[in-house]
């Protein structure tokens, strides 16, 4: 069983930046692939990007091109999302997701792990 736990999540004004985290309690942490989603109220969950299990390849929505960074870091079983730039339309609840395949991918229905989630919340 991978449990994930997602941190950093808050308040900040437009422009601003915030860096998630996420903590993996799984022994072969670094054979999994990992991924960022996110849920804004009253919409579909969306995938934001997505680290190969060795962190060599990565993928982004478009939106977030240039803005946010995902990364690894295999030794402390923990991934990031650095997100800088911020808009108010990034405001979501913020998910970590792990799947077992090994390469990045942006398909939230590859991903067999989920974490509880963190709010982040941009104002204008």
């Known amino acids: 069983q991978v449990q994930l736990v997602e941190s950093g999540g808050g308040l900040v004004q437009t422009g601003g930046s915030l860096r998630l985290s996420c903590a993996a309690s799984?022994?072969?942490?670094?054979?999994?692939?990992m991924g960022w989603f996110r849920q804004a109220p009253g919409k579909e969950r969306k995938f934001v990007a997505t680290?190969?299990?060795?962190?060599?390849?990565?993928d982004y929505l478009d939106s977030v091109k240039g803005r946010f960074t995902i990364s690894r870091d295999n030794a402390k079983n923990m991934v990031y999302l650095q997100m800088n730039s911020l808009k108010p339309e990034d405001t979501a609840v913020y998910y970590c997701?792990?799947?077992?395949?090994?390469?990045?991918?942006?398909?939230?229905?590859?991903?067999?792990?989920w974490g509880q989630g963190t709010q982040v919340t941009v104002s204008s």
């Open positions: 997701a792990a799947a077992t395949m090994g390469y990045a991918t942006s398909s939230e229905y590859d991903y067999d792990y």
């Open positions: 680290i190969s299990y060795g962190g060599g390849a990565t």
């Open positions: 799984v022994r072969t942490f670094s054979s999994f692939t």
